[in-house]
Each structure stands twice: as C-alpha cells, then as structure tokens.
T-cell receptor, first 111, second 119 residues
Framework: TQLLEQSPQFLSIQEGENLTVYCNSS?????LQWYRQEPGEGPVLLVT?????EVKKLKRLTFQFGDARKDSSLHITAAQPGDTGLYLC???????????FGQGTRLTINP | ETGVTQTPRHLVMGMTNKKSLKCEQH?????MYWYKQSAKKPLELMFV???????ENNSVPSRFSPECPNSSHLFLHLHTLQPEDSALYLC??????????????????FGPGTRLTVL
C-alpha cells in the first residue's frame, strides 16, 4: 500500500509567523499537487509540481518538490488568518494514474 | 466558482431511505469521481468514471450505486445506509487524455460536497 504522510497533522500559530508543512512517501511520484480546503467546501487546487527539485511560488506560499520526487513541502511566509484551512497533498505515483491523498494538515492562523 | 456543482449541499436521511446525490461539471472534462471524506481520515476514492465508463470501484458497499449518464453528470444513489456512512461526499472532475487514460497529472477540480448525516 502506498502511503502519503503529511506532517504536522495540526498546526496553530500567530498571524505573521512562518510555517512549513511536509508531505512524504517512500515511492516516487510522477506529479504531486497541493490543495486547500476551507470548512464546508471542497478542496481547491493550489499547485502541481512535476520535476524533481522544482520550486513554485504562489504569493506568500512556496512549494518545493524533492529531488527524488518522493516528498514535497509547503512554506507559508507571514501567515494570515485567511490562510486557515486544511492543506492536502496528493500525488500520482509513477506508473499509476490514481491520485492518492494525504490525511491533511489542519492549519489555524490566530489574529 | 469551481465549475463543479453538487446538490444537495446537506442531506439528513434515515437508514431505510433512498436518496441520490447529484454532481454536474461545466469544465468540459471527461473523467468524474466520487470521494468520501470522514473526520481524521484521508480522502477515500469511491468511484471513477472515465469517458462515462466506470473504471474503478474502490471496494465500495453496494448500498452506494453510481450512475454517469454523460460526461457532465454524475449521480450517487444511496439506499439502506448506516450511521457510519455519515460524511462529506465530494465529486471531482479531471481531463482524461485522448487515449482514454487519465492524465499523469490528474489535476482534479472538486465540488463543494454534500454533507450527509444518516440517522
């Protein structure tokens, strides 16, 4: 069974702080995505990474794909209350087509 | 607006009821999915329809019955559910490649979900 582990599962910090969440697997991904889900809504795609070592930025969010394409991180600079939500990583394993989700990191940014 | 709509948004039903969830996508995609999201569990893939053909049934109990009449619409028919089936049911769509397979990116666009409570 291919597992995709996210850490931490819960994170509560003050507005203005920086944070990093991680997504790890023992298998290689052909692509990996990050989604954000707000209460009462479905997940919304933030970014897709496909190349080992790739870095993508979305305003204050920086996404990195590991060189070996087995892990990824999401770094948020100067977090704001609007960043609050459930962050999900999801990957397509090499040779597969199905998208596998991690259990998510529930982020709370306190004003 | 994500381009994927789901109705109803909330549903409360008894164990003997029969109900249906509806999903519609306006993105021109040709693959559609049903997921179950429960507290403290990863998103669980239930069914995949690719070019209207069911390509995956992830060991889902027969009390859940999917239907995909065309590439824009997806239904989930529910009957004799159990309280443990209470969850957020999410529909998603993506673009399959011309050969009929799913894209190796498989970027999915989700609806807002139906919050189901089984009494």
């Amino acid at each position: 069974t291919q597992l995709l582990e996210q850490s931490p599962q819960f994170l509560s910090i003050q507005e203005g702080e920086n944070l990093t969440v991680y997504c790890n697997s023992s298998s290689v991904f052909s692509s990996l995505q990050w989604y954000r889900q707000e209460p009462g809504e479905g997940p919304v795609l933030l970014v897709t990474v496909v190349t080992g070592g790739e870095v993508k930025k979305l305003k204050r969010l920086t996404f990195q794909f590991g060189d070996a394409r087995k892990d990824s991180s999401l770094h948020i600079t100067a977090a704001q209350p609007g960043d609050t939500g459930l962050y999900l990583c999801a990957g397509v394993y090499q040779g597969a087509q199905k998208l596998v989700f991690g259990q998510g990191t529930r982020l709370t940014i306190n004003p | 607006e994500t381009g994927v709509t789901q109705t109803p948004r909330h549903l409360v039903m008894g164990m003997t009821n029969k109900k249906s969830l509806k999903c519609e996508q306006h993105l021109g995609h040709n693959a559609m999915y049903w997921y179950k999201q429960s507290a403290k569990k990863p998103l669980e893939l239930m069914f995949v329809y690719n070019f209207k053909e069911q390509t995956e049934n992830n060991s889902v109990p027969s009390r859940f019955s999917p239907e995909c009449p065309n590439s824009s619409h997806l239904f989930l028919h529910l009957h004799t559910l159990q309280p443990e089936d209470s969850a957020l049911y999410l529909c998603a769509s993506s673009q399959a490649v011309a050969s009929g397979g799913l894209s190796s990116y498989n970027e999915q666009f989700f609806g807002p979900g139906t919050r189901l409570t089984v009494l």
